[in-house]
């Protein structure tokens, strides 16, 4: 049974790889090894020199104009947020400075007819003396018109305090300051999590164990289904019972000699009756998942969670290697 992403080979074709390789160059919560993503680790880099352009103005080159990636230059926008002060370091079109919020968001249309030297230039002070009046110019469409009413009344509400410089912040973080990981985790935002990832990367299961647990949720082992899938050589039928097709949910929950390991383990719990039938979900929703539901249902045992399989000080499921067949 193959267990490494790749077949022994530097690069492979999508054949050759269990998992593709933006799945495992992601963060384990969302099923991934949690082996960083070069490209984006590099954009969330990137977001510092915007973070620094806006933040040390003192640095010689804060000045230029520097040429941030999109993508990098979005996250930055999204996370970093002025407090006005004195007005004179947020921009006025392009920062995240009014109750929150950007320009744009509230008046998409009508930024897009200021000249872009102004939307990068303009600051709030400048803007609230009048100059956004001017950098709107007279020609504006019906959808603009109605935007520069709605902004007009929002910008009616903000006081500026003369003194007091803008504070930059970025929200994504207690201290405020920018940090590369919150930036790199924001590309993961909106992921679906993976059910079992805790389960897996925080027993003290040998990490071979948890390998082939990470493996097995995704159902990329080279079992015989797999293989047949592939069009490669399989075995006609489980090596163990020799029973039905190899399968990794066959091999943890369906095979005779994998329920002889459950019924063997279970007994000891005094638990003979919780054999796992074939179409038990411990693949999708874990074991620790599955044995909740069993004790749930089992009314009348309460000492069973309290006896250390799980609940207590923890240190039995701590101490047991992850999923029992594993
Ligand atoms: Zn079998």
Redesign the pocket.
């Known amino acids: 049974m193959q267990i490494f992403p790749l077949e022994g080979e530097a690069r492979g074709p999508g054949g050759h790889c269990l998992v593709a390789w933006d799945k495992v160059a992601s963060p384990k919560e969302v099923g991934g090894l949690g082996i960083p993503n070069l490209h984006l680790l590099n954009l969330a880099l990137r977001c510092r020199w915007a973070w620094l352009q806006k933040q040390d103005t003192s640095r010689p080159w804060s000045e230029f104009d520097l040429q941030i990636p999109r993508q990098a230059r979005v996250i930055f926008e999204a996370a970093a947020c002025f407090t006005l002060g004195n007005g004179e370091r947020a921009c006025f079109w392009s920062d995240r400075w009014l109750f929150g919020a950007r320009v744009d968001e509230i008046a998409p249309n009508l930024v897009k007819v200021v000249p872009p030297r102004w939307r990068k230039a303009r600051t709030v002070k400048d803007g609230l003396s009048g100059a956004w009046l001017l950098d709107c110019g007279p020609d504006l469409g019906d959808a603009s018109v109605e935007e520069f009413f709605t902004l007009w009344h929002v910008l009616a509400t903000v006081q500026l305090s003369p003194g007091v410089d803008d504070v930059l912040t970025w929200r994504w973080t207690k201290d405020g300051a920018y940090s590369a990981k919150s930036a790199y985790n924001a590309f993961f935002a909106g992921s679906t999590r993976a059910p079992v990832a805790e389960q897996i990367w925080r027993s003290r299961a040998p990490y071979s164990g948890k390998f082939f647990a990470w493996l097995a949720s995704r159902d990329r082992c080279w079992t015989g289904d797999r293989l047949e899938r592939r069009g490669l050589p399989r075995p006609a ?8 097709q ?1 399968s990794i949910r ?2 943890l929950v ?5 329920r002889e390991v459950w019924a063997w383990t279970l007994r000891h719990w005094a638990k003979p009756m919780w054999v796992p039938t074939h179409d038990t979900e411990l693949l999708r929703g874990g074991l620790r998942c599955w044995l909740r539901q069993k004790a749930s249902v089992t009314s009348g045992q309460p000492s069973f969670w309290s006896s250390g399989v799980s609940g207590g000080t923890g240190m039995t499921w701590s101490l047991t290697p992850l999923p029992l067949p594993w």
């Open positions: 039928a489980c090596p163990l019972c020799d029973q039905q190899e066959h091999l369906g095979c005779v000699v994998a």
